[in-house]
């Protein structure tokens, strides 16, 4: 049964409470010594965090943690879009589980062996996967892989796009773990590197650039290169620094520049500090998942004055005034009820409520002024975490203790939640259902939600997966390449 009172010490404590500590309300009769997550592991040596976090968030952390390590297939490695509803495997997804894994080792919720293993299969499933042009019977073509697979052979799934983006965030993955795994007298480790290296060279940025220097969405094999392209600020970061840090089949030179060329539209002051404005919060959270932007500058930058971090520092505030101001009059909103992204919703309908007729959504990517449909996503916070702790975390206490025994379950929160809708719609929900006392919950986890969420807190808490990022080869190319100078790349 939910206990609100599972993370303070006593009522009333607030933030102070819970850096007190507490016992979990699913944790067993305490052991001789300390155990990892369902007490898989001793943890004999507990490393020590730099930033010291409340357990309510250490705990969301664990259980975002154990999405990855329960639901992905242990025998292939493939992890899916969601649960519990059944689903096809998301390559991003699988992106996100190689990260988490590394960060889980570190904490001791599970051995590096057991996640060097995970790792392992992963990469040799990945590997051995059938690349071609065909439509059916490939799991991907020139190194790029399908944005959804089968969840059993791993194979194209239905109609889907060779996703340029979720093979970038894919690779991300895949190149933290090289990194991550340097054990040299370790075998598995070392064919954890070899396969890892194998992966990101094979990835043919320039072929899918059909309006160079522009990277192409994607491609179907029905009919071509998909006619937008990554050509405005967004979470494609990521995307073109793989693309130019590769060293078989790079991006031209000056891709970059023509990219940041066409920023400027998007620089806007509005719901805050001036900063470069796209909508949904995962745009600003998933390239720094693994690449820390503080004090490195590119030339667009450079001129404004801050870095990529302030930006998303500054995109993370706006969304809270936005809320404030709430100008849709969306239930809820408010300085610590906020946080739009791209997630579930309810389903695509219109319904009248509070005597306005409103357009409501299924999946859709959301954010201030476009496509808020009321609903909220928890990973629109916890993926913002290192950018502003101090108004993300009383925001995340605010909810858990608000919406908690509705909204928090088996892997922390769930994926989405609105409180405008308090009545069933003339139509079926798409996905969730309502809750009494609260409105809208959807029932799933999505891993690239998940995602954010495992290795934001861990950046915010040890800088984990940036220092480890900024010791491999290909993403230092890449930014470099990309013009980026100052700070940790030129030292």
Same mark, same amino acid.
């Given at each position: 049964? @939910? ?56 705990? #969301? ?7 990855? +390590? ?8 493939? !992890? ?11 390559? !991003?997804? %699988? ?9 889980? !080792? ?38 790029? @892989? ?45 064919? %954890? ?52 840090? *590769? ?39 998933? *390239?720094?998942?693994?690449?820390? @932007? ?7 930058? *450079?001129?404004?004055? #801050?870095? &990529? ?21 969306? $239930? ?5 009820? +906020? ?22 959504? *299924? &999946? ?18 916890? /993926? ?6 101090? %108004? #993300? ?22 994926? $989405? ?19 009494? /006392? ?18 934001? #807190? ?28 100052? /700070?940790?790349?030129?030292?």
């Amino acid at each position: 049964m @939910f206990d609100r009172r599972k993370f303070v010490g006593s009522a009333g404590l607030g933030l102070a409470g819970l850096m007190a500590g507490c016992t979990p309300r699913s944790a067993p009769p305490a052991p001789a010594g300390p155990i990892a997550v369902d007490g898989w592991t001793v943890l004999n040596d507990r490393p020590a965090l730099d930033v010291e976090v409340s357990p309510l968030i250490d705990d #969301i952390q664990r259980r975002a943690f154990r999405y990855f +390590w329960e639901v992905t297939d242990e025998k292939t490695g493939m !992890a899916p879009d969601r649960w519990p509803t059944p689903s096809f495997v998301s390559i !991003a997804a %699988i992106g996100f589980a190689l990260t988490a894994y590394p960060i889980g !080792a570190s904490h001791g919720w599970v051995t590096r062996e057991a996640a060097a293993q995970r790792t392992l299969t992963t990469l040799e499933f990945l590997a051995k996967a059938p690349m071609g042009d065909t439509p059916t019977g490939v799991s991907g073509y020139r190194g790029f @892989f399908y944005h959804f697979l089968g969840s059993t052979r791993g194979y194209r799934f239905s109609l889907s796009e060779l996703s340029t983006i979720d093979t970038a965030l894919l690779m991300a993955g895949v190149l933290f773990v090289q990194s991550w795994f340097d054990d040299a007298a370790s075998p598995v480790e070392a064919r %954890i590197r070899e396969l890892a290296e194998q992966l990101y060279q094979a990835v043919e940025w320039p072929w899918i650039t059909p309006r160079a220097p522009f990277v192409s969405m994607g491609w179907h094999p029905e009919s071509g290169f998909i006619r937008s392209d990554w050509d405005i600020y967004n979470e494609g970061m990521i995307l073109y620094i793989l693309g130019l840090g *590769s060293p078989t089949h790079p991006l031209a030179d000056g891709t970059w520049d023509a990219w940041a060329a066409r920023f400027e539209p998007s620089w806007s002051n509005r719901w805050g500090e001036p900063h470069l404005h796209f909508a949904p919060m995962f745009g600003h959270q998933y *390239s720094h998942v693994w690449v820390d @932007f503080r004090g490195i500058r590119d030339s667009f930058m *450079s001129a404004k004055g #801050i870095d &990529y971090f302030e930006n998303s520092r500054r995109a993370t505030y706006a969304q809270r005034n936005y809320a404030v101001e709430n100008p849709g009059g969306w $239930a809820g909103y408010g300085a610590d009820c +906020w946080g739009l992204t791209a997630c579930d919703g309810p389903g695509d309908f219109r319904m009248n409520t509070g005597g306005s007729d409103r357009q409501f959504f *299924s &999946y859709s990517a959301r954010g201030p002024g476009e496509r808020d449909d009321g609903t909220l996503a928890p990973t629109a916070l916890l /993926g913002s975490m290192p950018f502003a702790p101090e %108004i #993300i975390e009383p925001t995340v206490q605010a909810m858990y203790f608000r919406y908690g025994e509705q909204l928090y379950d088996k892997y922390g929160f769930l994926d $989405a939640f609105n409180l405008t809708i308090t009545r069933r719609p003339p139509e079926p929900f798409k996905h969730g259902e309502l809750r009494p /006392g609260l409105g809208w919950v959807d029932k799933d986890y999505l891993g690239i939600d998940q995602g954010p969420i495992v290795a934001m #807190i861990e950046n915010h808490r040890s800088g984990l997966v940036w220092e480890t990022m900024k010791k491999n080869p290909h993403i230092r190319r890449g930014l470099q390449r990309a013009g980026f100078t100052g /700070g940790w790349l030129s030292a």
